[in-house]
C-alpha cells in the first residue's frame, strides 16, 4: 500500500491569489494570510501574483480567465461574504462556492476555496486572522499542497520523469 | 509579487444591460441606478443596450444569447426576487443566480449579478437606490471592473501587447 | 442607448407546452391558462402542442427532446409541486427547476417555467386561474417575449435582415 | 392544436430498474412494486433487468453505465434515504435527485426518480407498498409513459414512420 | 426477469483512497476503516493507495486527477465535515458532495462518497469506528461492489468476453 501526499514546499511554484474587495477589511487581512503563508513555504515573490476582483460572486470568472493562461500551478480564492438581512448571502455564497469547484474541475487545477462564510461580521473578523484563523492562509497552503499533491500524481503515470 | 486590479473606466467597453420586468417599480430603479453608473464610468451611450426580460427566470437565457453575439466585453443583469407565501422565491431567484454564474462560465465573459433577492418589498425598495445601496449600480460598476480586469489578464499572457 | 425588447405578439411562433399530470386538477388549469395565452397572443393552434408527462421531475427531460427537434420558438413547462409530509417535495421542485433552466442553456431556446412549488393545495388552486393569477398563463406569455426578444437579438448581429 | 401523450403499453420496451440496497426492508418493496407495474403494463420478462447498488448515492452512476449500452427505452432508479441525526441525508438525497436529473439530460433518455426521500421509516413504510403508494411502482409507470411519449415525439420529426 | 449484482471480491481491482486531513483524529480512522474493509475483501496491498488532501473541498480535485490516470477501478473519498458556528458548513460539504458525484459523472467511474456531514464531534466519532459504523469502511465496500457491478454490465454488451 502506497502513500501519497503533497508537499508545503511551495519553492517550485507559481501561484495566483484572487481577492475580491467586499468586506475590504476583513479580505485585506485574508489576502495578508494568503500572501505570508506563500511566504513561508518558500513561493518567490515574482511567482505570486494578486488579482482584485468586486465581490465574491467575480471570483470564478477571475480564476477562470487566469487557469486559461496556463501559467499558474494553483489559484487561490478568497473573499468574505456576511449574511444580512435578505436572503442575499445564500445566492451569493453558494454560487462562489459552485463556481470556484467548478474552476477547478474545468481546468483540472487546484482553485481553492478561501471564503468565509459568516452569520455575523465578528465571525468574519475571528476567520481573517483573529481567533479562528485565517481563511486566506488556510487556502493558500491547501493550494500548496494540492499542486505539489497533482504532482505526484502525474509522476505516477510516468514513473521514468521525477516529479517536478 | 504583482498586484492586478481592473479600472472603474468604462469609456472602451460595450456593456449589455439584461433587467427584468416582475416586481417593475423596483427593477426601473434598478436600471437607472445601473444606466446612471455606466455613464458616471465613461460607458458612451451608444455602447450601452438594455434588453428586457419578463422574469428573472428568463435573465440567463437572454444573457446567454447576447454572450453568443461576441459584441459585449460584460452583461448586468438586474432583476427583484421577492419571497411570496410559497417556496418558488427560492427556486426562482436559485436558478436565476445559477444561471448567470453559468452565462458567465460557458461564455467566458463577465455576467455581473445584480439581483435583488429579498423577504420584502421593502428590502427591495432599500436595495433599489434607497437606503442600502443599488444593485443595478453595484453590478455596473463590478462589470466594468471585470471587463478591464480581464483585459488585464489577457495582458499577461502577451505583454508585448498593450491592454485595449 | 438601444432599449430592445420583445414583444407580445406569437402570430409568427411555433410553441410546445409541456405539462405534467401530477396533481392534475390543478395543472389542467395550467394548461388552459397556457393556452388561453396562446390564442389571445395570436398563436395560431396548429402552430401549438401539448404533451403530457407524468410528473414535474419528467418535464426536462420531455423539453430537451422537443428542443432537439428545432420545431419550436420556445417551449413552455407547466406543472404542480405541492409540499407533503416528507422533504421530496424539494428534490422534486428543485430538479424540476433546475432542469428546465438546463434545457433552456443547452439547447438556447426560451425554455419557461411555469411551475407552482407551493406548500398547500390552496395555494396551488390560487396560482393556477384563482386569486394569485395563473403560472400556466404567465409562462406562456413569458414564453412569447423570450421568443420575439431573442430574434431582435439575433437581428442586431445581422442587421441586413429584418428579424422574422 | 394537437395534444401528444405516452401511452402505458409497456410491451414494445426494455427497461432496467437501479435499487439501492440501503433501507433494503423498504427498497424491496419499492422493486416488488417496480416489477410488478411493469408485469401489469405489459414488459416482458426478458426485456427487464434488475441492478442492485449499495446506496442511493449509487444510483446515478449504475444508470450512466446502462443507458451507455443504448440497449434500454427507460431507466427506473428506486431507493430510500431516510433522515438520520445528521445533515447527511441531504447531500445525499440531493445528489441521488441531482444524478438521476442528470443521467436523463446526458444520453436522452428517460431515467425516473422513484426514490424515497424521508423523515421517518414509517414515512418510507407507507410510501413502498403502504398508504401513500408505491414510488418503485410510480417511477415505473412514468417511465413507461416517457419511454412511450419520447417515441411520439421522434415520430412528430419524421411522419413517414410509425412511432416503434 | 435478470438479477444483476456485484461482488465483494476485491481481488481483481485497484482502487484509490483520497482522504482529507481536515480532523485528522476522525478521518485517520475513516482511512484505518477503508484500508481494513479493502483488505477483508481481497484487494491486494500493492494495488491500494492513499492519497491525503488537505480538506473536503479538496476530494473532487484529486479524485478526478487519479481519474485521468485510468489506473484504478474505484475511488474511495473519505472526510469529515463537522458544521461549526457559521453556514460555511453547508457550502463545503455540499461542494464536496456535488464534486465527488461528478467525479464519477465525468469519469464514468465508481466514486463513493465515505465523508461524514455532522452537526457535532460526537456525531462524527460514532460515524468513524463508534456506535454508528464506519463511512470510511461502508465506502470502500460501496466501490468494492460497484466497480464488480460495473464489470457486469459492460459485459451484458459484448457476452463473448466473461466479466474481468
Redesign the interface.
Known sequence: ??????SLDGSGLRIAVVVSRFNELITERLLAGA?EAAREHGVP??R????????A??L???A???A??A?YDAIVCTGAVI?G????FD?????A???I??A???F?L????G?????TVE?AQA?SGGAVGNKGR?AM??AI??AT??KQ??Y??DPREEPR
Do not use: K
Not at 91 to 95: D, I, S
Not at 115 to 119: E, K, L, M
Open positions: 500500500m502506497r502513500t501519497i501526499e503533497g500572501v515573490d515574482d505570486l501574483d494578486v488579482f482584485w476582483v468586486p465581490g460572486f467575480e470564478p470568472s477571475a477562470r480567465r487566469l486559461l493562461l501559467r449574511r438581512e435578505t436572503p442575499h445566492f451569493v455564497a453558494g454560487e462556492a459552485r463556481g469547484m467548478d477547478g474541475r474545468d483540472d487546484p482553485v481553492t476555496f471564503v468565509i462564510t459568516s452569520n465571525q476567520r488556510e497552503v491547501a499542497e494540492m499533491l497533482l500524481i502525474d505516477l503515470e
